[in-house]
């Protein structure tokens, strides 16, 4: 998940200035989880807009605004909507502002900051676990990604700073290796421990991403004599 926060309401009035009509756009994925850009949200911006004398042409919570054929068709749906205003204020990460402006070819604002992706431990506590670095090694460490949780990202274990179990850098910090040799001890693979990791390819973290899936043509099966 795409942890975000809204960004401050002056920050918002300051990039709409100078324009009039506003359509607004949430996402019912990430930005509705992180209560920045569900109905809720969507509904309360509109409120905030229209007090400041802007009109709100109209608005919708996408599915998932990152995915192009949703914002196209929602593009359709809200046609005049779209069409009549200055520009779409999108509360959502910074992947659906950008899919937005490119599919419908209008201005658009970033209602939030893109943080992190992340686990929800729970309403309004969110933790980042995935650096997204292209080349997982969760596999070896038994689902700790120590490149993430360890400050250091090492791949062979802990440093000699940690203590009693903590990181050297926040004494509130698990220390990454010390949960993986807790977890790998307790399913009885701590021989995984002994296995040198290779220095990381950071090459698939080249910015900006981009991968495409080979689309498997099927297979011709020749008729039973």
């Given at each position: 998940m795409i942890i975000q926060k809204q960004k401050s309401f002056e920050e918002i009035k300051e990039a709409l200035e100078?324009?009039?009509?506003?359509?607004?756009?949430g996402?019912?994925?990430?930005?509705?989880?992180?209560?920045?850009?569900?109905?809720?949200?969507?509904a309360e911006m509109k409120k905030k807009l229209e007090e400041l004398g802007k009109e709100i042409t109209g608005t919708t919570v996408m599915d998932v605004c990152c995915l192009s054929g949703?914002?196209?068709?929602?593009?359709?749906?809200h046609k005049e909507a779209i069409e009549g205003a200055?520009?779409?204020?999108?509360?959502?990460?910074?992947?659906?502002?950008?899919?937005?402006?490119?599919?419908?070819?209008?201005?658009v604002h970033p209602g939030c900051d893109s943080l992190f992706s992340g686990q929800v431990v729970r309403l309004g506590k969110y933790q980042e676990l995935c650096r997204?670095?292209?080349?997982?090694?969760?596999e070896k460490t038994d689902g700790i990604c120590p490149i993430t949780r360890c400050a250091k990202a090492l791949l062979n274990?802990?440093?000699?700073?940690?203590?009693?179990?903590?990181?050297e850098t926040d004494p509130d910090k698990d220390c990454a290796w010390v949960l993986i040799y807790e977890r790998l001890k307790e399913r009885g693979e701590l021989d995984?421990?002994?296995?040198?990791?290779?220095?990381?390819?950071?090459?698939?973290?080249?910015?900006?991403?981009?991968?495409?899936w080979e689309k498997k043509r099927p297979v011709k099966v020749p008729p039973a004599e």
């Open positions: 100078g324009e009039k009509k506003i359509f607004i756009s996402c019912a994925d990430c930005a509705t989880t992180c209560k920045v850009g569900g109905e809720e949200e969507v949703e914002v196209r068709e929602q593009g359709r749906a200055d520009s779409i204020l999108v509360l959502a990460c910074g992947a659906g502002v950008q899919t937005i402006g490119d599919q419908l070819g209008v201005k997204l670095c292209g080349e997982c090694i969760l274990g802990p440093c000699g700073g940690y203590n009693e179990g903590k990181c995984k421990m002994a296995i040198y990791q290779e220095p990381k390819d950071y090459s698939p973290m080249a910015w900006p991403g981009k991968y495409e």
